[in-house]
């Protein structure tokens, strides 16, 4: 498999010299047992007069900055090289009782699902509801992997992706109605779809590697890219990305994960001078990939004895 390099750059730039609050970063990749980060830098320009790291409730790995004195420019240009182990959604086993919908989750699991299962989008024509429901199979049992595949492709072959740099979601009914939006709009579409058949769902924010297979690439790359978690029984945490159609991990780079997207900005920050000094901000993305170098083996000595490890 191959190894990833991310490189994704933002600038700040403004008319006279200004001061910075804090920032907050969240562009360390989550490593598991298919994504293993090898190296990660962090440059900021000015340097930071404090920079410090934690874990935020879900796990995620987050930068904070504080800065001192005034400039006219900011720049967070962040290299990691990982180690990306594709997974496919519908190679997973599910728990018996979930393979069909509707199941239950187990009683001990609730507690900590019970938030990712509530609803945090109006819907007050039930057009989410009735839109997820497209997908039940009638007179007869619904797969619940069928299900969220055919929910996947569906927002990917009947939505129009439009990028939208604004900060801020669509609502879900909106989206259905406009029939567009961006990454995360399809994103929270399919949590709330998922969140309304009681499943529950969380919101990922990462990367894109687009290998342009057949000539074309995924949509949505060059940027932060946003798709959906849904936890399944027996399989865990199984990821959905319905702006490419992808079921499973495939070209995609884990971030963070959050129940709702406010809480997952891969960064956001203060600045203090008057309105008309800022003059926008710039972002580059860059996803490559490099064949990982074939480790030798060597030949080895079995040894007639060995001691128990203690």
Same mark, same amino acid.
């Given at each position: 498999?191959?190894?990833?390099?991310?490189?994704?750059?933002?600038?700040?730039?403004?008319?006279?010299?200004?001061?910075?609050?804090?920032?907050?970063m /969240?562009?360390?990749?989550?490593?598991? !047992?298919?994504?293993?980060?090898?190296?990660?830098?962090?440059?900021?320009?000015?340097?930071?007069?404090?920079?410090?790291?934690?874990?935020?409730? +879900?796990?995620?790995?987050?930068?904070?900055?504080?800065?001192?004195?005034?400039?006219?420019?900011?720049?967070?240009?962040?290299?990691?090289?990982?180690? !990306?182990?594709?997974?496919?959604?519908?190679?997973?086993?599910?728990?018996?009782?979930?393979?069909?919908?509707?199941?239950?989750?187990?009683?001990?699991? /609730?507690?900590?699902?019970?938030? =990712?299962?509530?609803?945090?989008?109006?819907?007050?024509?039930?057009?989410?509801?009735?839109?997820?429901?497209?997908?039940?199979?009638?007179?007869?049992?619904t797969?619940?992997?069928?299900?969220?595949?055919?929910?996947?492709?569906?927002?990917?072959?009947?939505?129009?992706?439009?990028?939208?740099?604004?900060?801020?979601?669509?609502?879900?009914?909106?989206?259905?109605?406009?029939?567009?939006?961006?990454?995360?709009?399809?994103?929270?579409?399919?949590?709330?779809?998922?969140? =309304?058949?009681?499943?529950?769902?969380? +919101?990922?924010?990462?990367?894109?590697?687009?290998?342009?297979?057949?000539?074309?690439? !995924?949509?949505?790359?060059?940027n932060?890219?946003?798709?959906?978690?849904?936890?399944?029984?027996?399989?865990?945490?199984?990821? +959905?990305?319905?702006?490419?159609g992808?079921?499973?991990?495939?070209?995609?780079?884990?971030?963070?994960?959050?129940?709702?997207?406010?809480?997952?900005?891969?960064?956001?920050?203060t600045?203090?001078?008057?309105?008309?000094? =800022?003059l926008?901000?710039?972002?580059?993305? =860059?996803?490559?990939?490099?064949?990982?170098?074939?480790?030798?083996?060597?030949?080895?000595?079995?040894?007639?004895?060995?001691?128990?490890?203690?």
């Amino acid at each position: 498999m191959p190894l990833l390099t991310v490189r994704h750059v933002t600038t700040y730039r403004y008319r006279q010299p200004v001061a910075f609050g804090e920032h907050r970063m /969240m562009l360390r990749p989550r490593e598991g !047992h298919d994504q293993r980060l090898i190296e990660a830098s962090l440059d900021i320009v000015p340097a930071p007069r404090d920079l410090r790291w934690l874990h935020d409730v +879900f796990g995620n790995s987050v930068a904070i900055a504080r800065f001192a004195g005034r400039h006219r420019e900011l720049r967070f240009d962040s290299r990691v090289r990982l180690d !990306h182990r594709p997974l496919n959604a519908l190679d997973f086993t599910l728990a018996e009782h979930a393979e069909i919908w509707p199941f239950a989750y187990d009683t001990e699991e /609730m507690p900590d699902l019970a938030r =990712s299962i509530e609803r945090h989008w109006r819907d007050p024509e039930r057009a989410v509801d009735r839109w997820a429901r497209r997908f039940l199979r009638r007179g007869g049992p619904t797969g619940t992997m069928a299900l969220l595949e055919a929910m996947t492709h569906a927002i990917r072959e009947e939505l129009t992706y439009i990028p939208r740099h604004e900060r801020g979601i669509q609502e879900p009914a909106k989206t259905l109605a406009l029939g567009s939006g961006t990454c995360r709009d399809f994103a929270v579409l399919m949590m709330e779809a998922a969140r =309304s058949l009681g499943l529950a769902a969380r +919101f990922v924010s990462g990367y894109l590697y687009s290998p342009g297979r057949d000539g074309e690439g !995924h949509r949505g790359g060059g940027n932060t890219h946003a798709w959906a978690r849904i936890y399944l029984p027996g399989a865990g945490w199984v990821e +959905f990305d319905p702006t490419n159609g992808i079921l499973g991990n495939r070209d995609l780079i884990r971030v963070a994960i959050a129940r709702d997207p406010a809480q997952a900005l891969p960064l956001h920050g203060t600045w203090t001078g008057f309105p008309a000094d =800022s003059l926008g901000m710039e972002v580059e993305v =860059s996803v490559t990939a490099a064949p990982v170098p074939a480790i030798p083996v060597a030949a080895t000595p079995v040894p007639k004895r060995s001691t128990p490890a203690c």
